[in-house]
């Protein structure tokens, strides 16, 4: 049975994972609409940036968040002066470092099912009348849904289990920025601690595995996420 504490933990880790997908989805919509539709000096460069945080230790992601979000960095300050919203060492900053982490895998899914889409659709809607932003909300993003949800699925499942660029950018502060990943980590260093860890750990794995297979069970009943998966 999970304690009180273990389950603001849990409130916590959803909290942020939760956050950070709301949060990044519109950017890797965008950034994946660019990918799969534009053909732009600089595309393999976005491509690079974009796939950077799946292969960068993510210690270094994090120090890149703390140089350029931290209270003293010229984003952080920007956002500090202009909304009030600051991210160093607050769960604020969990979420963007789960963000940025899990955006990898929120825009290929996203950019593969663009691809899938057959342009003739859009091109017959164009004759019939229908504007751009027609042809988005009733075309492209009712077929592109399911490589949405595939990537939410993953990214979210990423974000839940970030470790290396949270601790770093944000410390391991109980209550404010503690989340699954760096509270196990807390409990392990404890002689007393391995009871709660395992608690944890078993409750990180059986959201790892439902994620795994509620993305599956979206690739297995809709083609578009297949073809983008294989794609």
């Known amino acids: 049975m999970l304690t009180g504490g273990e389950l603001a933990i849990i409130a916590l880790s959803l909290k942020v994972a939760t956050v950070a997908m709301v949060a ?19 595309r393999g460069l976005l491509q690079a940036v974009t796939t950077l945080p799946l292969v960068l230790p993510p210690v270094v992601t994090g120090y890149a968040l703390l140089v350029w979000f931290g209270a003293n960095g010229p984003l ?26 899990g955006f990898p895998l929120l825009v290929r899914p996203i950019r593969l099912s663009l691809e899938a889409i057959d342009p003739g659709l859009e091109e017959a809607a164009k004759t019939l009348g229908a504007g751009r932003l027609r042809i988005l909300v009733t075309i492209v993003l009712p077929l592109a ?3 949405i949800l595939a990537g939410i699925i993953l990214g979210f499942a990423k974000a839940l289990g970030e470790f290396g660029a949270t601790i770093t950018f944000v ?19 404890s002689p007393t601690g391995d009871a709660a860890a395992l608690r944890l ?5 059986f959201l790892a595995v439902g994620a795994i297979l509620a993305s599956e069970w979206v690739a297995a009943r809709l083609p578009s996420v297949r073809k983008a998966r294989n794609g």
Not at 171 to 189: D, E, F, H, M, W
Not at 201 to 205: D, E, R, T, W
């Open 24 to 42: 990044a989805l519109p950017f890797a919509f965008l950034v994946a609409w660019a990918l799969a539709r534009w053909r732009f000096r600089g």
């Open 76 to 101: 952080g300050w920007l956002l500090r002066e202009m909304t009030g919203l600051e991210f160093a060492f607050r769960w604020t900053g969990a979420a963007l470092a789960a963000a940025v982490m």
């Open 145 to 147: 849904f399911p490589g």
């Open 171 to 189: 410390s391991n502060i109980p209550g404010q920025t503690q989340t699954l990943s760096l509270a196990i980590y807390s409990l392990l260093q």
């Open 201 to 205: 750990i078993g409750f990180s794995v």
